[in-house]
């Protein structure tokens, strides 16, 4: 893929080179002859690298289609019918890199990054969206090669990569002009440097995988408790030379997250670092649920408090509750339309299934400790989202931030759930 990335980043140059930008712009023909001809050279490069394994190539090729078919719909048909997530939120990272590019606001994030973008290729939606769909795949296939790292039975790994490939709301959110994919690819890669790390015990693959969640808060600043979360595992595990020691039933384990999650905190909510406005001005949990309860808007806003927030005590209680409803939005009393209901079994249902199998696998002795890890990275990121959303809209986006994070949870559950007899390499 990497290969595939170098000609991509050539042929924009050529484009850039040969034909004017503003001409581009006005000819929409010529990006879509580029998106018509790249698909089938990245399909051709698949089938090559992947020949020996006919199930996975056909998995790759239809997640690759499958996203481009959504990514023509959002962008030429919406008029018939929208996809969820399209429209308002595409349109204003298009407009705010526009702003970059002709009048130098400088505005921050994914509209920066777009218009990075655009200055080489010129500001096509329909060609950035493609751009994203080749994030998307390249997440997939690191996917495949995390699966590999972790030893996950062949079977386990097929079933995994065949609900990264269609689940709808991730396919849909690789298609459009949105966040979403580069922040799930930089996930992807932090996780299978986290693996790696875990496995070899070296530094550079440790700064690597904080490095990518770094890249990611800059996308999204409720991202950093991925970064937190990467942090709290490597203080609180110890390397020996028969594997990685790490346990969520130890008291070490707790008092190591909680000063390190403490320290981290303070430090976000006093250093402007422009990585973490997530909870911006937040000076004491009063001011957090202040600003959460602000976030409680539009037609899918849900209340997720069982009890007032007025104290240390409300937010303690009020915490799971919220972690609850983030990861299961929108819950059947809060369904507005069969919209609802869908996104409800395709991804509220995926994500709260797998976080609630992982928990006896993550505090059961004797199970592999990287679920463990996976698992307390998973909690911190719940918890901090859970207080950053409050509308069914925004958490089934949010949460497919941490997809390629999910579906390995899930796969490392159901390889533990194999016999080692049963169990066939990947």
Known sequence: MWAYWIF???????VHL????????????VYIALICINTVILVFVLGNKYSHDSNFFMLITGALLFRILLMFWS???????????????????YYNAMSNLVKDKKFTGYAQFFAWQANIFGLSKVYGK????????SALLILRKTLIALKIDYTVGIRTLAFASFLPNFAILSSLLLRESVIILLVAISAYYLVLWWKSNSVKELAIAFAATVAAAWFHSGMVAYSLGILCVAVASKYTPSGRRFSLVSLR?????????????????????????YFRGADSLSDIV???DAYEEGGSAYNANIVSNDSTAGFIINTPSRMFYFIFAPLPWNWRSATDAIAFLFSGLFYGYVFIKTIPHAFRRGQHPVISGFFLIALLVLMMFGWGVSNSGT????????????????????????????????
């Open 8 to 14: 991509i980043v050539f042929e924009a140059l050529a």
């Open 253 to 277: 384990t707790w008092i190591l997250t909680v000063v390190v999650a403490a320290v981290v905190l303070v430090v976000l909510m006093n250093v402007n670092t422009g990585l973490t406005n």
């Open 290 to 292: 202040s600003i959460a």
């Open 130 to 137: 493609f751009i994203n769909v080749l994030f998307s795949i």
């Open 18 to 29: 040969l034909l004017p930008l503003d001409a581009l712009a006005m000819n929409e023909s």
């Open 75 to 93: 962008e030429y048909y919406s008029h018939i019918f929208t996809l969820p997530n399209s429209g308002a939120d595409e349109l204003t990272y």
């Open 395 to 426: 958490a089934l986006r949010h949460r497919d931030k941490m997809v390629i994070h999910y579906l390995l949870m899930y796969a490392m559950i159901c390889n533990e759930n194999l016999t080692k007899k049963h169990r066939k390499g990947y």
